[in-house]
T-cell receptor, first 113, second 115 residues
Framework: NAGVTQTPKFQVLKTGQSMTLQCAQD?????MSWYRQDPGMGLRLIHY???????DQGEVPNGYNVSRSTTEDFPLRLLSAAPSQTSVYFCASSWRGGEETQYFGPGTRLLVL | AQTVTQSQPEMSVQEAETVTLSCTYDTSESDYYLFWYKQPPSRQMILVIRQEAYKQQNATENRFSVNFQKAAKSFSLKISDSQLGDAAMYFCAYRSANTGNQFYFGTGTSLTVIP
């Protein structure tokens, strides 16, 4: 199993550009989430999904879109990048909620100029 | 929303000694789960230990153990016989047993291990 994979590992964008951060898992997990990590802020939830076709907003959803057309994939779209979106982005998945731990991808470092 | 507080931004410990990292949380729920994650310089998030709130017994994983005080809403991590490889950022996290998916993370504690 590859676990949770994320691409790209690093990306530089100009303000106003759009892009999609890819996330895939091969563990047949129902739950998938996107977090951003900023210094001194811990990890903050952007969007999450409890299954294919079902998504919901987390703590900091503005400026981001998600969709979940398959169990395996959960892409995060930046519609019009802003410098405030400079961060490290983590995708995570788990079998279900509750006691199940989340498995994290390696992260994507995004720099918006 | 639940809040998780880690009041120690940085901690240090001598190799082979014991260190305790603090975590408190705020919730009105009675059923939930608590986690400690380790993030080394590679940035990979690694689960260290997990505690179910309905269990009174403190979780233990080799050199890692927790002190779970439900009434005080406290969940500290003790690392015994500290090793150089333990140097990392440590995050405390809360997950409701009812609402399911959302994890709430603390702001992290950076642990330095001194040889």
């Amino acid at each position: 199993n590859a676990g949770v994979t994320q691409t790209p590992k690093f990306q530089v964008l100009k303000t106003g550009q759009s892009m999609t951060l890819q996330c895939a898992q091969d563990m047949n997990h129902e739950y998938m989430s996107w977090y951003r990590q900023d210094p001194g802020m811990g990890l903050r939830l952007i969007h999450y999904s409890v299954g294919a076709g079902i998504t919901d907003q987390g703590e900091v959803p503005n400026g981001y879109n998600v969709s979940r057309s398959t169990t395996e994939d959960f892409p995060l779209r930046l519609l019009s990048a802003a410098p405030s979106q400079t961060s490290v982005y983590f995708c995570a998945s788990s079998w279900r909620g509750g006691e199940e731990t989340q498995y994290f991808g390696p992260g994507t470092r995004l720099l918006v100029l | 929303a639940q809040t998780v507080t880690q009041s120690q931004p940085e901690m240090s410990v001598q190799e082979a000694e014991t260190v305790t990292l603090s975590c408190t949380y705020d919730t009105s729920e009675s059923d939930y789960y608590l986690f400690w994650y380790k993030q080394p310089p590679s940035r990979q998030m690694i689960l260290v230990i997990r505690q179910e709130a309905y269990k009174q017994q403190n979780a233990t994983e080799n050199r890692f153990s927790v002190n779970f005080q439900k009434a005080a809403k406290s969940f500290s991590l003790k690392i015994s016989d500290s090793q150089l490889g333990d140097a990392a950022m440590y995050f405390c996290a809360y997950r409701s047993a009812n609402t399911g998916n959302q994890f709430y993370f603390g702001t992290g504690t950076s642990l330095t291990v001194i040889p």
